[in-house]
């Protein structure tokens, strides 16, 4: 039950973003892996994209989160689960390895002055990736299932 209603929880949070965003223009965006989302938002302050597929069968949500981004820079997308704010948020964090490769992990956001650092994060998340195209950064995860 407690599984179910950390889902609903997150699945309306979500779904709250399309109330504070214009026209949904992202649904037609093509991943580079081909990848299909079933909602979408545009985030247009931070010329961002949220992306998302609910899997209420298995209590997950599926989410892409892209933005505009040079090769250089990073971005992060994250949900506070327990307020508003950023202190308390769950990070998802992006970014381009001085080697060249992509790197996304989860990390926590306990205070204004956070680590950054790889870290667990109290929602679960698997298969999480990132991607660099068309100047945009792009993290991939899946999120839940909750408990």
Known sequence: MAETSRLILLICILTSLVFISPAQTCLDYPFPGGEVFHSCTHLPVLDASLHWT???????????????????GWIAWAINPMGTGMVGSQALVAFCHSNGSMIAYTTPIPSY???????????????????????????????????
């Open 54 to 72: 609910s899997f209420p069968s298995n209590s997950t949500v599926q989410i892409a989160y892209r933005a505009a981004q040079t090769p250089t």
């Open 113 to 147: 002055n956070p680590s950054m650092e790889p870290e667990e994060i109290s929602i679960p998340v698997s298969d999480i990736s990132t991607v660099y195209v068309n100047n945009e950064m792009i993290i991939f995860a899946v999120l839940g299932p909750l408990d």
